[in-house]
T-cell receptor, first 112, second 115 residues
Framework: QKEVEQNSGPLSVPEGAIASLNCTYS??????FFWYRQYSGKSPELIMS????GDKEDGRFTAQLNKASQYVSLLIRDSQPSDSATYLC????????????FGTGTRLTIIP | DVKVTQSSRYLVKRTGEKVFLECVQD?????MFWYRQDPGLGLRLIYF???????EKGDIPEGYSVSREKKERFSLILESASTNQTSMYLC??????????????FGNGTRLTVT
């Protein structure tokens, strides 16, 4: 079983709709959870971090964490074509960023 | 803005060659990391470093070594390049451990091809 699992997609969402990206992890001791966005041919960039159960909102992005069920999700409201990218879920067992384990990513396409 | 600079964007090397990948960051970050990224396998941690002259093995250190003689520079060394080391290599840095909001800043990547 992979430590961090994501549906590879592609996930196609109409412009203006909500895109929902999911991630599950295997280590119950995981403490820190991150979502990175990676455009084709570019490096990953951090878009959200979440450490506590519940929701965390930042603009059009909402991260949701459920430690009991070992999943973390990312919602993108009012999806824009510029949101088309691969979204990487990353998990760390320690607070901070050392030794992040990444999922393989979900490719999201926003259809105009 | 944090800048993480990798010395080469594309590199082609022959099997058996010793290969050096260089990474420099300009934000005085304590932590530096080397990942490789392959289709279907995602990002995998090769080595990381918390401080000058310190290094820790990641998940796939075999066939690699690292050097951190100065805080801003972290080098990845392929002792004897093999074709299965053909990959995209990403360097990253972050400002410190136990810091809730310390993101990883990635360089632009080096696409290495070993023939």
């Amino acid at each position: 079983q992979k430590e961090v699992e994501q549906n590879s997609g592609p996930l196609s969402v109409p412009e203006g709709a909500i895109a929902s990206l999911n991630c599950t992890y295997s280590d119950r001791g995981s403490q820190s959870f991150f979502w990175y966005r990676q455009y084709s041919g570019k490096s990953p960039e951090l878009i959200m971090s979440i450490y506590s159960n519940g929701d965390k909102e930042d603009g059009r992005f909402t991260a949701q964490l459920n430690k009991a069920s070992q999943y973390v999700s990312l919602l993108i409201r009012d999806s824009q074509p510029s949101d088309s990218a691969t979204y990487l879920c990353a998990v760390s067992i320690n607070f901070g960023n050392e030794k992040l384990t990444f999922g393989t990513g979900t490719r999201l396409t926003i259809i105009p | 803005d944090v800048k993480v600079t990798q010395s080469s964007r594309y590199l082609v090397k022959r099997t058996g060659e010793k290969v050096f990948l260089e990474c420099v960051q300009d934000m005085d970050h304590e932590n530096m990391f080397w990942y490789r990224q392959d289709p279907g396998l995602g990002l995998r941690l090769i080595y990381f470093s918390y401080d000058v002259k310190m290094k820790e093995k990641g998940d796939i250190p075999e066939g690699y070594s690292v050097s951190r003689e100065k805080k801003e520079r972290f080098s990845l060394i392929l002792e004897s390049a093999s074709t299965n080391q053909t990959s995209m290599y990403l360097c990253a840095s972050s400002s410190g451990t136990a810091t809730y909001n310390s993101p990883l800043h990635f360089g632009n990547g080096t696409r290495l091809t070993v023939t």
